[in-house]
């Protein structure tokens, strides 16, 4: 497992390196867009200027429906997909439940040769369209996507620890408190127990509970504040 904290950073410094990659500075530089030239739009259909060559590329999906797409790509066109996901637990009214989402929300990362397949991925269920600028489709770097698939155990899921730290607020999700807020005011490792300060009727009152019976809020790394 990995902490919040770390896979924000990984996120953040992914989704800073492809938005570079996708802007052309290690994407198709070598490649002219029509739109920029009167003349050449005129004589070929935009496909025929895009590279002929397998890459990666960044697709946008419909919200929530990267899973969606990601399925319907393997499958249908049998391309090779990329959509990391986080896993982590989260509270519930009746306990904890382990929650899986997008580690880059609504964008997903497909191999593939564009002008063959740039419509058709357009066509699929849960796709909003291939990302691009100034008209042009952007490749992205395919260091990338590997050093992603780095950070990932089973190749495409990060795990996130919780995280339990002095004077953060926790939720109790088991025991006669449960679904309580409270804060951690002391951690007792020795033990796996952590003294927590609830407030009832009015009153603050500090007792211990086993670490595993209070969780913190996650929050998605790239979430906004």
């Known amino acids: 497992m990995v902490t919040a904290r770390r896979v924000a950073k990984i996120t953040g410094l992914y989704a800073m390196k492809s938005a570079v990659a996708l802007v052309g500075l290690s994407g198709l530089p070598s490649v002219r867009s029509p739109w920029h030239d009167p003349a050449m739009a005129e004589k070929d259909p935009p496909e025929l200027l895009f590279s002929e060559e397998m890459l990666w590329y960044c697709v946008k999906t419909n ?49 593939f040769v564009y002008p063959e397949l740039y419509r058709r991925i357009a066509a699929t269920s849960g796709v909003a369209k291939t990302l691009s600028f100034g008209g042009r489709p952007c490749a992205l770097d395919p260091q990338i996507i590997e050093d992603l698939r780095c950070h990932v155990a089973d190749g495409e899921t990060v795990e996130i620890a919780c995280d339990i730290k002095e004077g953060k607020e926790v939720k109790v999700v088991e025991g006669p408190f449960l679904g309580v807020r409270a804060l951690v005011t002391r951690i007792l490792p020795a033990r796996d127990r952590v003294a927590i300060l609830l407030k009832m009727l009015g009153q603050e009152r500090e007792i211990e509970v086993a670490a595993a019976a209070v969780l913190p809020d996650i929050q998605h790394p790239l979430a906004e504040k």
């Open 63 to 111: 919200p929530k429906q990267e899973g969606v797409a990601t399925r319907l790509l393997r499958s249908e066109l049998g391309l090779e997909v990329f959509c990391p996901k986080i896993r982590f637990k989260r509270a519930r009214s009746t306990g904890v439940a382990w929650v899986s989402e997008a580690m880059f929300p609504g964008y997903i990362f497909a191999r």
